[in-house]
């Protein structure tokens, strides 16, 4: 059983992961989603809590065709210790797809395989540009899946969004 793993803050998720996961679902039996950053949400820069960050992320996976498990990681503030951590919290695995150096760097000094797989758009496709959409009143819904649209009209994330934005 091959088991790939694959983390992000996912706030939002977009188009960006999907194609990534898309591609990892071709190499691998099986998919462990980390939803890095667990315990952060309502902020600027992490909107959404982890529960909503799995909904968003499983109903756009819904029909991938290959199994997954996604699974919130805290942050604990220990490079040192962050692979062992995550290894306590998921299925094992063998490989891990990243492209952000540190995580490269921690997995392979804990003698995991690591591949980074090629940024799709990424001018574009990135968590940060969607949020700054979102508060500018800007077009984001094209650079999420239309399951993220329904997820963040549910919850009324950009309200919120632009709600915590504001000084008080
Ligand atoms: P933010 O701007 O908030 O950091 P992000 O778009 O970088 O958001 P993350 O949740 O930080 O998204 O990233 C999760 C993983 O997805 C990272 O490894 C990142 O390199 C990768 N990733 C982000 N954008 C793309 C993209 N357009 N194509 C492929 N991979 C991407
Ligand atoms: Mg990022």
């Known amino acids: 059983m091959k088991r790939g793993f694959y983390i992000g803050r996912f706030?939002?998720?977009?188009?960006?992961?999907?194609?990534?996961?898309?591609?990892?679902?071709?190499?691998?039996?099986?998919?462990?989603?980390?939803?890095?950053?667990?315990?952060?949400?309502?902020?600027?820069?992490?909107?959404?809590?982890?529960?909503?960050?799995?909904?968003?992320?499983?109903?756009?996976?819904?029909?991938?065709?290959?199994?997954?498990y996604v699974i919130p990681i805290e942050d604990i503030k220990r490079n040192a210790l962050w692979v062992a951590h995550i290894r306590s919290m998921t299925p094992p695995f063998d490989l891990c797809y990243s492209s952000n150096p540190l995580v490269v760097q921690l997995f392979r000094e804990a003698g995991i395989n690591v591949q980074s797989p090629a940024m799709y758009e990424r001018d574009t496709h990135s968590g940060t540009e969607i949020r700054r959409r979102m508060l500018k009143g800007e077009p984001w819904k094209t650079l999420v899946p239309s399951a993220i649209v329904r997820v963040i009209r549910e919850i009324d994330g950009v309200s919120r969004l632009k709600e915590i934005a504001q000084g008080d």
């Open 11 to 68: 706030q939002p998720y977009h188009n960006g992961h999907q194609s990534v996961l898309e591609r990892i679902a071709d190499e691998v039996d099986e998919i462990i989603i980390g939803v890095g950053s667990a315990q952060l949400s309502h902020t600027v820069d992490n909107p959404f809590t982890a529960g909503e960050r799995v909904l968003m992320i499983t109903r756009a996976l819904a029909s991938l065709g290959c199994p997954f």
